[in-house]
């Protein structure tokens, strides 16, 4: 899904031919934390994030909130994943600990 964004409107443009929304380059840090997300599950959604951006439109909020639900499961495995990879670190550190 891609962003929806105003564009933006210039005098010289002809009023019946401006169209009012376009896509964007991104979502904004303000819709991604409003959907309940945050910086790790957005690389794992690949989402695009465009960071110059300050506006928060509700339907990218809902847009986003649709992404998080069908990457459930992406979700899911990267956490377990994390986990995993935690554990790992945790075990090397005690079997050093121990030689010490």
């Known amino acids: 899904m891609e ?12 009023p019946n031919r401006v169209e009012k929304e376009k896509t964007g380059r991104g979502f904004s840090l303000g819709e991604i934390s409003k959907a309940g997300l945050n910086k790790s599950e957005v690389r794992v959604l ?15 909020v809902e847009a ?24 790992r ?4 550190r005690k079997a050093t600990e121990k030689k010490a």
């Not at 962003?3 to 002809?14: D, G, I, L, Q, T």
């Not at 690949?46 to 990218?60: A, L």
């Not at 998080?68 to 995993?84: S, T």
């Not at 670190?89 to 090397?92: C, N, R």
Request: charged residues 50%; without cysteine; positive net charge.
């Open 64 to 87: 986003l909130k649709k992404i998080k639900e069908e990457g459930k499961d992406k979700l899911e495995q990267a956490k377990k994943k994390k986990m995993e990879k935690n554990k």
């Open 3 to 14: 962003p929806v964004v105003s564009r933006p409107y210039y005098h010289f443009e002809n």
């Open 89 to 92: 670190k945790a075990e090397k």
């Open 46 to 60: 690949n989402v695009r994030v465009d960071v110059r951006r300050k506006s928060v439109y509700d339907s990218n």
